[in-house]
């Protein structure tokens, strides 16, 4: 009797796996479509134009994919030491194992971690959950057995690799190179790959930015299971062993550029891109980094001084007022609270943007207002019309009336009257067209559009592409709203020797090594380089000795024009160097006044003149002289050097346009 009923437990030990695996067989539905086809959410990485990361986008999980040739063999062996040695000989399941992990078990009296093969690993991973049941091992092992029979070998270290968790929020082998070491895979030590195969075991433990010490004690087990396997020499043993690799703790997106991105971002977003996060594109955009911190720094600046002149203003008030016994009348221009700025960089040849900055802090504003920001240009809109003049065969040296006129017009069956003035209040009476705009003289320019003809000036100005011009004299002052971005487009025109480039953000996409996007440089003739030039010799002159002598910079050419707009609500400043163009702004967020001191002049020209500062230490080779063209000539008059063209020409010869016509509003 004992003899059977020891036989029937004998026979029910043997036969009750079959029966466990049988039932579990049967109950359950082993679906591994998700890692036979395999496409996990991977980051798309935007750079610079130099090729340096700008920033990880990604959803969820943060994934630089990594194909099994790209995994250097090191890495393999590395992981097959330390984490399944027979992994090419097993079936998915390491039977000796298994019964080597169920006698520890037994002994610890109570169920451990172990036995599981990469194969178990990845389908725990990726299939199953970490809880830690005699159903769910069971279920992992079949799972196994079956992964085995649809994916080689090399497929399953693929998707291992790929998958797996490597502390850091890191996803993937690839990731935790380039996180913790700022490395691709080939260019990995033999210690810094035994760091990170030892990381999945306990990430958060072996952490090498968290526990460095620990964590370069798991590589050298990692090492020394190598060498005791013979798979590495005793000479790369030691000199392994001995290395202290330097480890990087970063954010995981490393946003460098935060304005740059949420703008590539709403320009994908538009152009229909959906999966922007989790597509695992490669974004070059033309930013130039070195460029962006340097207009990062340089608006805030110039920020920065804006508001030590403002609070000497208000403590001199509050000073006067207790000195009268009265209350200070800190008036609503004195008030900062909503005072910002944006700067706009552009290579004016190409349209390419090199800097973009569209607040003074985005932790503090998000909202980009060099993109977004529709403002008045006020004066800076100026050198538009006055192109218009040259081209029409004006010069620098034809003479206008810079005196107060009053114009009457009808408005809604109503008669209006119209008397503007210039910033200061001073008439100059006759004076150049040079003259005119360097000193930016409103009534100048209003009796230059009335005496060329307002149809004839608007007609010309269409060649710009300018959208919603004014159709009446206020187009003179500027009275137009445009984004920063826009501005720097249509001042290429000047810049770009007559030739207007259209702006870009995005060099190319590519995505699974395909590129799927090249950049299209538009442009556009405007005017020749010779009558471009002469514009350039005239707002080199504001820089020099008119409007914008705080945007003059030593030792580099620099033409441009300042804009206020009415109670200088807008400060612009607009220029640019032989090799590139710069628009900043300032102003109030709710359009309010600024501080009545603060032109464009003033509070812009010193974020211009500091951002070109820097770029002639970033890139002292940049061109600094502004060459002349082929068709211009100068001329001495009364002293003074004019330039003139075939157009253009000096006075002797010049022609006077007849264009008579009655004011419109």
Known sequence: MKKQIFFALFIMGILSPFVVLGYYLKVFDYDITSLVDYHPATTTRIYDKNGEKIANIFDEEHRYYASFSEIPPRVIEALLA??????????????????????????????????????????KNKLLTREKKISRKVKELIYSVILEAALTKEEILERYLNEIYFGHSYYGIRTAADGYFHKELADLTLKEIAILVGLPKAPSSYAPTKNYEISMGRANRVISRMFSLGWIDEDTYKKATAENPKVYDETLTQNMAPFVVDEVMRRLTEQ?????????????????????????????????????????????????????????????????????????????????????????????????????????????????????????????????????????????????????????DNYKGILSLREALVHSSNLATINLVNEIGLDTILKNLKKF?????????????????????????????????????????????????????????????I?????????????????????????????????GKTGTTNNNVDGWFCGYSPSIETVVWFGNDDNTPMQRLET??????????????????????????????????????????????????????????????????
């Not at 010779?530 to 033409?559: F, S």
Request: net charge neutral; hydrophobic share 35%; glycine share 8%.
């Open 272 to 424: 229909g891109i959906k999966d922007i996060k989790t597509g695992g594109y490669k974004i070059y955009t033309t930013i130039d980094l070195r460029l962006q911190k340097a207009g990062e720094e340089s608006l805030k600046f110039a920020y920065d001084e804006s508001l030590k002149r403002i609070e000497v203003i208000k403590n001199s008030v509050i000073e006067s007022a207790k000195k009268r016994k009265v209350a200070p009348n800190l008036s609503g221009d004195l008030n900062t609270s909503l005072l910002n700025g944006a700067l706009v960089s552009i290579d004016p040849k190409n349209g390419d943007v090199l800097a973009l900055v569209g607040s003074v802090d985005y932790k503090v504003s998000s909202f980009n207002r060099a993109t977004q920001g529709k403002r008045q240009p006020g004066s800076a809109f100026k050198p538009f019309i006055y192109q218009v003049a040259l081209d029409l065969g004006y010069s620098g040296a034809t003479e206008l009336t810079d005196v107060a006129k009053t114009y009457t017009y009808q408005k809604d069956g109503e008669e209006q009257k119209w008397q503007p003035s210039n910033y200061e």
């Open 527 to 559: 005017t020749s380089p010779a009558q471009a030039y002469l514009m350039t010799t005239i707002l080199k002159d504001v820089v020099e000795r008119g409007t914008a002598t705080k945007a003059k910079v030593n030792g580099i050419d620099i033409a």
């Open 82 to 123: 330390i984490e399944d040695t027979t992994f090419f000989e097993h079936q998915g399941v390491n039977i000796d194992a298994i019964f080597r992990a169920i006698i520890k078990d037994i002994e610890a009296g109570k169920m451990l971690e172990g036995a599981s093969t990469i194969t178990q690993q990845l389908v």
């Open 600 to 665: 464009g002049g003033r509070i812009a020209g010193p974020a211009f003149a500091r951002f070109y500062e820097n770029v002639l230490k970033l890139y002292p080779q940049v061109p600094r002289v502004f060459e002349v063209p082929e068709g211009v000539v100068t001329v001495d008059i009364d002293g003074k050097k004019e330039y003139f063209t075939d157009t253009s020409k000096p006075p002797r010869t010049e022609a006077t346009p007849n264009s008579e016509q009655q004011l419109v509003f």
């Open 465 to 525: 592409g300018i959208q919603n011009v004014p159709q009446d004299m206020s187009l003179s002052l500027g009275t137009i709203s445009m984004s920063p971005l826009d501005l720097a487009k249509f001042y290429s025109s000047f810049a770009n020797s007559g030739v207007q480039s259209e702006v870009n953000l995005i060099s190319t996409i590519e995505q699974n090594s395909k590129i799927i996007f090249t950049k299209e440089e538009h442009t556009r003739t």
